[in-house]
């Protein structure tokens, strides 16, 4: 009898072992997947992108992403791109297709970068919002956003980020990013933060 318990708990936990990797496998990879490793570019909404299936002109297209993240391709409909790094989005096209075509061959080029914008207001000359077209500090940003005004608060100068549903004000002190004290201090900005100087 427990040789038969035996058997049965064995197969019981094979099934749920395969179950669990092949849900692994049809997972999509991006915000919930993997991270990309650093320096690898998400698509983000406004982005433009250039999708080619070879030999499938009727597929092939130039397409913005929505604001909802999304791009709308025939045969596939709705598909999420934003959060994807290109790599990621052709997997994604590809392992879609495969119901259509037998072995597609997709490449996704970002053709324009829209998605990355940082807002600047306060005590600076020209505050608004800044479409940036690569990686930028604090000090990037407050260079385009000019000079402060002779009340900002240079050591008040904080950042506001959303990050999901929580908000973060990270804290940055310009005199002692650009003396010698902190040259560590200038951080990266990420598309949506608010640099704010009082």
């Known amino acids: 009898m427990t040789i038969i318990k035996h058997v049965i708990t064995t197969v019981l936990a094979i099934s749920l072992i395969v179950t669990g990797l092949a849900a692994a496998e049809e997972a999509p990879k991006g915000l919930a997947g993997a991270a990309a490793a650093d320096g690898e570019y998400r698509i983000g909404p406004e982005d433009l992108l250039d999708i080619a299936v070879w030999n499938n002109q009727a597929i092939s297209r130039t397409m913005p992403v929505r604001p909802d993240g999304k791009i709308s391709l025939p045969l596939l ?25 037998p072995s597609p061959e997709v490449s996704v080029i ?11 207001i306060g005590e600076v000359k020209t505050p608004g919002r800044y479409e940036l077209k690569s990686r930028a500090t604090v000090l990037d940003v407050l260079a385009q956003a000019g000079p402060f005004t002779d009340f900002a608060s240079r050591a008040r100068i904080f950042v506001i980020r959303s990050n999901g549903g929580a908000v973060k004000r990270i804290p940055f002190n310009y005199n002692k990013v650009v003396s010698s004290d902190a040259p560590d201090g200038n951080f990266s900005l990420q598309p949506g933060d608010i640099v704010v100087v009082p």
């Open 77 to 101: 409909n709705e598909v999420q791109a934003a959060g994807l790094t290109p790599p990621q989005l052709r997997d994604v096209l590809m392992k879609r297709l495969t119901d259509y075509m």
């Open 110 to 120: 970002v053709r324009e970068v829209h998605s990355f914008k940082v807002s600047v």
